[in-house]
């Protein structure tokens, strides 16, 4: 197949999965606490192959991110679903102790479908 052939599949690809809406799911820390690793992929893979973006606190270990990603690849099209982007943020706030502890971080992670095109800008 041809380069300009390729891209116009995959500009036509593109097109049928921007969805018109993003919807973004926000998992619990006790939700994930109480699920094994298998569990937690299949929780938020289930969710990615539906385009939704998933959030949560905390982050991933680094086996559960490979694990993630090894099932993402598996079980997708490679024609129409071409994987995931993992981001986890950290922000450290300093505050007079009414919305964290002093001193005290939040970390969060969002992964979102690589067709999903969302920008996030923590402050």
Request: charged letters at 30%.
């Amino acid at each position: 197949m041809s380069d300009r052939k390729l891209q116009e599949k995959k500009d036509e690809t593109e097109k049928k999965l921007k969805p018109a809406s993003v919807s973004i799911d926000f998992i619990t820390e006790q939700t994930l606490e109480n699920l094994s690793p298998e569990d937690r992929c299949s929780l938020m893979l289930e969710r990615l192959l539906q385009s939704r973006v998933v959030v949560f606190e905390g982050s991933l270990a680094p086996q559960e991110q490979t694990m993630l990603i090894t099932h993402t690849m598996r079980r997708i099209d490679h024609e129409t679903f071409w994987g995931i982007d993992i981001h986890t943020h950290e922000h450290r706030k300093k505050t007079n102790g009414k919305l964290f502890r002093k001193g005290q971080s939040l970390k969060y992670t969002v992964i979102r479908p690589v067709h999903v095109n969302v920008e996030f800008t923590p402050i």
